[in-house]
């Protein structure tokens, strides 16, 4: 399916959008009703668990996902979301389509009915979320190695950074010293991913708090 805006400029806000998606997963044919069980949204995408019920109480009976006890099914739902000359547009896509984007909370994954095939684009999805999730979100002061040298752009590179931040317009924001010539460097989270900490910073402010943190698996 295509993009589709509403010229009538009716979705302005956050409020707006939410109210919208919950709208568009809740329906009801002559034998089944759909609704929407989580929403969330991260950047500019929102992803939704959405159940699906047989009016007759039956249960209901797909090749993609195990019914749960209760006789339904409950998919996951991708929404891309932009604005166009003010006007909001959506462009969405089941969960088995294989959808690129792959940021859902595991919080929306956990609602989500077990799948039938672990080979499926669902379940590929599922991974990819897991995967983009158990990216660290390191503390101040936390020494970093990358899983692999990031390229900059005057052509270097380096692979050891510390967290740190500078300020901008009156906000924090983040950024890692380079530990070879003592830069500072943007980095992405995706490039973070598969990254080891080296040392904590919470961990170092002093010995009571390093034996702490060791004790609790920190």
């Not at 159940?51 to 099914?73: C, H, M, Q, W």
């Not at 989270?189 to 402010?205: F, N, P």
Request: aromatic share 10%; charged share 25%; with cysteine.
């Amino acid at each position: 399916m295509g993009w589709l805006f509403y010229t009538d400029r009716r979705v302005k806000t956050y409020a707006d959008e939410k109210a919208e998606i919950a709208r568009l997963c809740t329906f009801e044919t002559d034998t089944r009703k759909t609704v929407l069980l989580k929403a969330c949204k991260v950047g500019s995408t929102w992803y939704a668990a959405v159940k699906v019920t047989n009016l007759d109480g039956t249960p209901v009976d797909d090749r993609t996902y195990v019914t749960d006890a209760g006789g339904s099914i409950t998919f996951g739902a991708v929404f891309l979301t932009r604005f166009d000359d003010g006007c909001w547009g959506y462009k969405d896509m089941e969960e088995s389509a294989g959808p690129v984007v792959s940021r859902a909370p595991l919080s929306l994954l956990a609602l989500l009915s077990v799948l039938k095939d672990p080979d499926s684009y669902a379940h590929a999805w599922r991974q990819r979320c897991r995967d983009w999730a158990a990216i660290p979100d390191y503390d101040e002061g936390d020494r970093i190695k990358l899983a692999a040298p990031v390229t900059l752009t005057d052509g270097s590179t380096c692979q050891i950074v510390t967290a740190t931040h500078y300020r901008r317009g009156g906000q924090k924001r983040r950024c890692y010293r380079i530990e070879e010539t003592g830069g500072l460097v943007r980095l992405s989270k995706a490039s973070l991913a598969g990254s080891e900490l080296l040392g904590s910073a919470k961990s170092e402010a002093s010995p009571v708090l390093a034996e702490f943190f060791a004790g609790n698996g920190s």
